[in-house]
């Protein structure tokens, strides 16, 4: 009942996310109920097959466990690009679960069942040891995958020695079908964990590339928009007021005599000039105009939707509030 309701709630996830890591997951869940239903008597153990042969279902269910089991462990820890010697060694282990494929379905049960226990244990490890490995290297949901594949480990273990080297009963008989259960759960908590651990990487790459964006667009010193963007939108306004029949003004200034303050009062003041007059566009400019730093001491104004005798009170307004802009370059000196 606990395998049965992981499958359908991470097929659920796996219809709406299309992530083949959640179809891996969901078809060895599959494949491990099926090998336990016929383990534990829920499912005839044999079928006729083909020329009225017998096959044992167990080896196959087995060989597909793993072979899925392979499939799931490579795509969630991504094995293929961080660890490519361990990916090579699940890989064989799909390969084995073929081979156990192979072998049920020929019907050499007797080889079938010595390289089933075989595998088992070469199975189990190769998944703790890529789960530590990837759990070293800092991918956390790993450490669920561990602690599952640790508990299924220890079922099958118990199972295997009940009556041989440890009393049989109730609790060695069901290990292996409890282990396989609390697997279950715990890889779906793993999924989880993937998941939220990718979305917080989505949003920080998704936040990264918004700051680079910003910075390829901008000036640095006066946080206004730098020439490439300039350009590049103006472009786009004039194809928009052509294509719209709507209005479209472009202010250019400078700041008269910019070098010889610089001679005079050194490159931080000149900044410091480029900086206020920077301030006074923006507080000039509306939500949708582009103030920009064309270059040096040259400054530009896009205002789409504006009309020129619009547009030269906008100037009037910058030259007016940039005139009575007061600099003070040193303590007793004084500037407009």
């Given amino acids: 009942g606990i395998m049965f309701a992981m499958i359908i709630y991470n097929f659920s996830i796996f219809i709406f996310l299309s992530d083949r890591t959640y179809l891996y997951y969901v078809v060895y869940i599959c494949s491990m109920l099926t090998h336990l239903s016929v383990v534990y008597g829920h499912i005839p153990s044999q079928i006729d097959w083909f020329n009225g042969q017998r096959l044992m279902l167990i080896w196959p269910n087995m060989g597909v466990a793993w072979l899925m089991a392979g499939a799931f462990c490579r795509a969630f820890l991504n094995s293929a690009a961080v660890m490519p010697r361990l990916d090579l ?17 020929a019907g050499l049960d007797h080889a079938a069942n010595v390289f089933g226990k075989y595998m088992t244990i070469i199975g189990c490890f190769t998944a703790i040891v890529a789960a530590i490995t990837a759990w070293r290297r800092g991918f956390r949901p790993a450490k669920y995958f561990l602690f599952a594949w640790i508990i299924l480990l220890t079922g099958l273990v118990l199972y295997v020695i009940g009556g041989i080297y440890v009393p049989s009963g109730f609790l060695t008989r069901y290990t292996a079908a409890g282990g396989a259960a609390l697997e279950s759960l715990i890889l779906s908590a793993a999924l989880a964990a993937r998941i939220k651990l990718l979305r917080a990487e989505k949003d920080e790459f998704r936040s990264r590339a918004d ?11 006066t946080g206004l928009f730098n020439k490439a963007f300039m350009l590049e ?11 719209h029949g709507r209005p479209l003004a472009l202010i250019i200034m400078d700041v008269d005599d910019f070098k010889a303050f610089n001679d005079s009062h050194g490159h931080p003041a000149g900044d410091k000039v480029l900086q206020g007059l920077a301030r006074i566009l923006k ?3 509306r939500g949708g105009d582009c103030p920009c730093r064309y270059g040096g001491e040259e400054f530009a104004l896009i205002l789409p939707g504006v009309h020129r005798d619009n547009a030269l009170e906008v100037a009037e307004r910058v030259r007016k509030a940039f005139g009575e802009m007061v600099m003070q370059p040193a303590p007793e000196v004084k500037v407009r």
């Avoid at 060694?89 to 156990?100: D, E, F, P, T, W």
């Avoid at 700051?211 to 010193?221: E, N, V």
């Avoid at 939108?233 to 294509?243: G, H, I, K, Q, W």
């Fill in 89 to 105: 060694v699940l890989r064989i282990v799909m390969s084995l679960g073929a081979i156990l494929i192979g072998l049920g379905l």
């Fill in 211 to 221: 700051r680079f964006r910003w910075l390829s667009q901008t000036d640095g010193l």
């Fill in 233 to 243: 939108r103006l472009a786009v306004e004039v194809d928009s007021a052509n294509t």
């Fill in 283 to 285: 507080v000039n400019a």
